[in-house]
């Protein structure tokens, strides 16, 4: 299939643009409609459904024309699309400026059998390019040229390389040249694990927090409720309030368990991911679809996170960043991978960090101070209890707490480790919730050896590695060490980077 | 993948970036920056002391109803410490602010209560800009800054000759890109 005449998207694209514009319109301006439809006349139905149709015709007919002025083609070593319906726009992406290429189907495109396509560069926000409708086969054939030549020569880091596994998670996929080794994919019972190992209080808060926000928009229909109700009910009322307390927070938690399960089946549901030769592939999604193709030469951060539950249940889950347009962190790609298991992580790391396997050149942890600085600002909490208790109560709430504090504090303090290989750092954190962070020296945008004042009297300051996805720091480090440390990242960036 | 050749590194080895001289930024600046700190007081003044001028200036107007005539000593005294701290910062740090430019990095330091001292290398940077207002026109100064992508390790070198502007950039320019 070529692409260099430029040509419109598939016919179908004006009724998913007809809906993206009429949603984003319903965002920003459903206020005005319905305020308008209050205070013209008194017919607020008859006015509404005007509104409605009036939003409708004219968010097609505006359709109509950005699909009618939208084209796409490929030149030799870029993509160029041209749009826009009286300020016209040509953008031209050359392929070595591509970040990722994504596929994304939504319930339209899944009905019709099409694809979306959007292209991230690494310029600032905005730049990206999307394709909404284009028929499957004419995407992954646009998604195979894009891809062949935006991994091409220019990265040292996707040569093809075959990688053994131990044996039971082989693909069918896996050929004797294009060796592409599966890495995670979830079935359904993974999935309800996923999900069941989420932060259920944080979902729980959000979902009453939506259901506060429903509530608090009416409260003329609370009031009138309340007042509607005899002045003898109150105490009965009263009493029913405190029995539904436990059911309330049991309600509260399943509510949060089960936005959990949802999201995760939203966004995880039948999700497949490999690696090969070009890099990391994944799709995942229910009503929305997402294929993501990445060149392993541009993922700038791996993020390994894992709460106490998931490391019970063998898995971790990995977020992938790509370079980003600003220091805001909007902008560039993320993509998460739950349920890796430890075999999973070993094949990616032998890819994205081969020097892993040889035995680190330096290990450093922070300075004891920052034990005692967390212990004192974890037992701050515990003057609470002289405000509101007993002496003896507080004096005894305080002990315990200092106790768990202490305990905690250990935890964490032992926690933090950089592990810096020749070109490779690792820094972990985190006891209950668990962080692992690895980047690479080759690809550091610079180093910051930070410090106030007192500190740098007793010789202690923080490492920063800046990275185009972001700046990383290593708290509390030993001046030597940390000066030792941003020389040798110095030297081994400059090492790497002249032999490319 | 084919295996880069990796020797082992002998950390001793590693040219420390500590033993370097740094080089500082021109004197003038510390004049701007002082300039700078001043106006910034005075308007900050002016705001605070605002209602007493004008109960000064005019018979009929009371400074405050609810607070009494002498409230505008609370956020006087809070400015003069937080811009005592500011003066501190400026004065004490600008001769730690400095610039060392190798073969392959170039590192900035600056910072009196709060150090920093950031790294960049020539292969990273997307571009350089160098900037100049209208007071620094004046006193012959230019500002450099530096583009890294993602944003995060981006740096400002202020307060540079206009003629060793000139000469960093062309140092620069010839080391970035493809270094």
């Known amino acids: 299939m070529d692409f260099l005449e430029p040509k419109r998207q598939h016919p179908l694209g004006v009724l998913i643009l007809s809906v993206q514009f009429l949603w984003k319109l319903g965002q920003q301006a459903w206020p005005m409609l319905i305020g308008l439809s209050i205070s013209i006349g008194d017919n607020f139905w008859q006015n509404a459904i005007l509104a409605s149709i009036a939003s409708l015709v004219l968010t097609g007919a505006y359709a109509l024309l950005y699909y009618l002025r939208f084209k796409y083609s490929v030149e030799e070593r870029a993509l160029i699309v041209e749009k826009g319906i009286f300020h016209r726009e040509r953008l031209q992406v050359p392929f070595e400026r591509i970040q990722t290429i994504q596929l994304f189907q939504g319930p339209i495109q899944q009905l019709f059998g099409l694809t979306g396509l959007r292209v991230d560069t690494a310029g600032s926000s905005g730049s990206e390019i999307k394709l909404v409708a284009i028929s499957r086969t004419a995407g992954e054939a646009l998604q195979d040229i894009l891809r062949s030549q935006s991994s091409g020569a220019t990265e040292p880091d996707a040569e093809p390389e075959v990688i053994e596994t131990e044996g039971h998670n082989k693909t069918p996929s896996q050929t004797a040249g294009q060796a592409h080794v599966q890495l995670v994919s979830l079935s359904f019972l993974e999935l309800v694990k996923v999900g069941l190992s989420q932060n259920h209080l944080r979902n729980a808060f959000a979902s009453l927090a939506l259901l506060s926000y429903l509530i608090g928009n009416r409260p003329e229909a609370i009031t009138a409720m309340l007042d509607a109700v005899p002045a003898f009910m109150a105490p009965l009322i009263a009493a029913a309030m405190v029995l539904l307390i436990l059911p309330g927070m049991l309600l509260f938690l399943m509510s949060g368990v089960a936005v959990s399960v949802a999201t995760a089946f939203l966004r995880y549901y039948n999700l497949r991911s490999s690696i090969g030769p070009d890099g990391l592939h994944a799709e995942m999604g229910l009503l929305r679809r997402n294929t993501f193709q990445m060149p392993f030469a541009r993922v700038h951060l791996t993020i390994w996170r894992s709460n106490w539950i998931r490391r019970k249940l063998g898995f971790e889950t990995l977020e992938i960043r790509q370079a980003q347009a600003d220091s805001g962190g909007q902008g560039g790609v993320r993509v998460s991978l739950p349920a890796m298991e430890p075999h999973h992580r070993a094949v990616l790391e032998n890819v994205l960090y081969s020097d892993m396997t040889e035995n680190p050149v330096m290990e450093v942890l922070p300075v004891r101070r920052l034990r005692w600085l967390l212990l004192a600002f974890s037992a701050l909490p515990a003057g609470l209890f002289w405000l509101s208790f007993h002496p003896l109560a507080a004096a005894l709430a305080t002990g315990a707490w200092l106790a768990f504090v202490s305990w905690t504090t250990a935890k964490r303090y032992g926690s933090f480790r950089m592990t810096v290989h020749s070109d490779t750092i690792v820094l972990e954190k985190g006891w209950f919730w668990r962080q692992r962070t690895l980047l690479r020296l080759a690809q550091i945008q610079g180093v910051e050896w930070e410090r106030h004042v007192f500190l740098e009297r007793r010789s202690i300051g923080h490492v920063v590695f800046h990275t185009a996805a972001g700046a990383r720091r290593f708290s509390y480090v030993q001046k030597s060490q940390g000066e030792k440390l941003r020389d040798f990242a110095m030297n081994q960036h400059h090492a790497q980077n002249s032999r490319a | ?179």
Not at chain 2, 56 to 76: M, N, Q, T
Not at chain 2, 94 to 104: A, H, K, S
Not at chain 2, 167 to 179: E, I, N
Request: hydrophobic share 45%; charged share 20%; proline share 4%.
């Open chain 2, 1 to 179: 993948m084919e295996a880069p050749s990796n020797p082992e590194i002998d950390l001793s080895s590693v040219p420390p970036l500590g033993a370097l001289h740094f080089t500082a930024v021109s004197e003038k600046y510390r004049i701007m920056r002082i300039v700078q700190w001043s106006v910034v007081q005075l308007v900050l003044a002016l705001c605070i002391l605002a209602p007493v001028l004008l109960s000064g200036l005019f018979e009929g107007v009371k400074v405050s109803a609810d607070f009494g005539d002498g409230y505008w000593r609370i956020p006087f005294l809070v400015q003069g410490l937080l811009g005592g701290f500011w003066l501190a910062e400026e004065w004490l740090g600008f001769p730690r602010r400095g610039y060392v430019v190798r073969e392959r990095d170039i590192t900035y330091r600056s910072g009196w209560f709060s150090r920093s001292t950031t790294t960049i290398p020539y292969s990273q940077v997307q571009h350089i800009e160098l900037t100049q207002g209208l007071f620094a026109r004046w006193l012959g100064l230019k500002h450099l800054k530096l583009f890294t992508a993602g944003g995060s390790g981006n740096l400002r070198i202020a307060g540079i000759q206009e003629a060793d502007a000139q000469v960093l950039r062309s140092v620069l320019d010839s080391r970035t890109g493809k270094g």
